[in-house]
């Protein structure tokens, strides 16, 4: 019996020291010291001892159980601290950490351009006008000059809302709004969403226009010369070239295209350019006539100019991005770049 209490404490320590959890602690001291646990288990057997040897055993047995006990409580103050320090680890704040600043948002790269670009106009005097997207065929064609039969219309593949009614296919009917109302002189900038049936990498089935309208007495082709090429070196620099080629609007009359001298190569050459030198910007002329007759301006005494021009090619072209279709898809990966 004596020798079954020595091996039971050898063992018992030896386990207990290598216990890892605090569970696992708990079930060990039932196991060994518990109303059913080993030495009690021992201890039965007590009545079998010899008078003289029986208060040895028990002593013996007290000390098996107080080193067991011992062995423990040690254990588990070094649990317990092992268990504090990693919850205070977890807990730790380390106030030397950069914070984390919100996210701030900014403008579209359309809205940059277009603000940019009103800015410029409006330093010249010009006043900003807006009209409805959804149009009338009146004010998109007719009063345009652009009767149902004529063949402009084909090359504005154009959505219809119902007969008679269309989303724009350009910001020029805003010319006739504005000019139903005021009487010259008028000078005036209209940045707007148009609409045309037309989807691929160079075309969005909507896109962004800005229309400019200057109407008084004695505007010439010179006139609108000047303005856009301020315009123009205002936006790309100072040394950027225009030119202009014939071209035909039935609104204008004589009008024209708009080239500029390459912003991306210095008109050395390159993708954007096609390797010419000059890239395509806008269209323009001399309000015609007819145009002045629906908006009821006297012809004799006022002429003036009118320009539109594609601000998402613009945008495209100042942040060198290949494709247009990234402008609207929203995707916060690329918006985040400007
Ligand atoms: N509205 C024309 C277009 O969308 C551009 C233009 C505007 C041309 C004003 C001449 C004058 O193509």
Not at 2 to 25: F, P, S, W
Not at 292 to 310: N, P, R
Request: glycine content about 8%; hydrophobic content about 40%; proline content about 6%.
């Amino acid at each position: 019996m004596k020798a079954d209490l020595e091996a039971l404490r050898t063992r018992a320590l030896e386990e207990i020291t290598v216990l890892d959890d605090l569970q696992a602690l708990e079930q060990a001291r039932v196991t060994y010291l518990g109303r059913k646990g080993k030495v009690t288990e021992i201890l039965r057997g007590l009545g079998q001892a010899s008078p003289e040897e029986r208060p040895k055993l028990g002593q013996l047995a007290n000390e098996v159980k107080q080193a067991i006990a011992e062995r423990l409580d040690e254990r588990k103050q070094v649990l317990e601290a092992r268990e504090d320090a990693l919850q205070a680890e977890a807990a730790a704040l380390d106030i030397t950490l950069p914070g984390r600043r919100p996210q701030r948002g900014h403008l579209h790269p359309i809205t940059q351009v277009t603000e940019e670009i009103v800015g410029i106009f409006q330093a010249l005097g010009f006043q900003v006008a807006t009209g409805p997207d959804v149009e009338t065929e009146y004010y998109n064609f007719d009063s345009l000059n652009t009767p149902p039969d004529h063949p402009a219309r084909d090359s504005h593949d154009t959505f219809f809302v119902q007969p008679g009614v269309v989303l724009r296919t350009h910001t020029s009917p805003v010319q006739m709004r504005v000019m139903e109302k005021v009487q010259p002189p008028v000078a005036v900038v209209v940045p707007g969403r148009t609409y045309r049936v037309d989807n691929d990498a160079s075309h969005s089935p909507m896109f962004n226009q800005l229309e400019g309208l200057l109407v008084d007495e004695g505007i010439t082709f010179g006139d609108l010369k000047g303005t856009l090429l301020h315009f123009v070196q205002e936006f790309f620099g100072a040394d950027t070239k225009v030119r202009f080629r014939p071209h035909f609007f039935p609104f204008t009359e004589p009008s024209a295209e708009m080239d500029i001298s390459c912003s991306v190569c210095q008109a050395n050459g390159c993708r954007v350019c096609k390797h010419s030198g000059w890239v395509e910007l806008l269209g323009c002329g001399m309000v015609h006539p007819r145009v002045f007759g629906y908006a009821g301006y006297d012809t004799e005494k006022y002429t003036g100019f009118a320009f539109g021009m594609g601000l998402d090619r613009l945008a495209v072209q100042r942040h060198a991005i290949n494709g247009i279709g990234h402008l609207f898809e929203n995707d916060l990966r690329f918006l985040e770049q400007f």
